[in-house]
């Protein structure tokens, strides 16, 4: 049983783990950041969608309020990525690197939870 639990919350964090690289993914990956595009960025704002098996799962106000996030913070995040190299190109090999190492992680975490559980859980009488 106590295997199903430790396998169960690994299995829980992995989709977590999934959806944020997969969001992070998509948001530097998104054309409205390019250097040449970014006086139009606020028009791009209705393009930001969730993709289609998450959407009915998120509140149509926390899209709302993340765009509205994102209009009062225009300012500061023009001038960020005018200073910042463009790494659209990158980003998405080190999302996907970095979930893969985290993931690699989870993996061992699970194996070491489950390590721990067979040597300290009851011993079987031979």
Known sequence: MAHAVIWIIV??????WTLI???A????????????TLAEWPLWLDSLHPPV???P????AWLDDARAWLLDAGPEIEEALRAAPDLRGIAGFIVWS??????GSLLLMGIAGSAVVKMFGPKKAA
Not at 11 to 16: D, I, N, S, Y
Not at 25 to 36: F, K
């Open 11 to 16: 299995a829980l964090m992995f989709g977590l």
């Open 21 to 23: 690289a997969w969001t």
């Open 25 to 36: 993914d998509s948001v530097l990956g998104w054309p409205g950041w390019s250097a040449h």
């Open 53 to 55: 098996w998450l959407a």
């Open 57 to 60: 799962w998120l509140p149509e």
């Open 98 to 103: 970095a979930w893969a190492i985290g993931t």
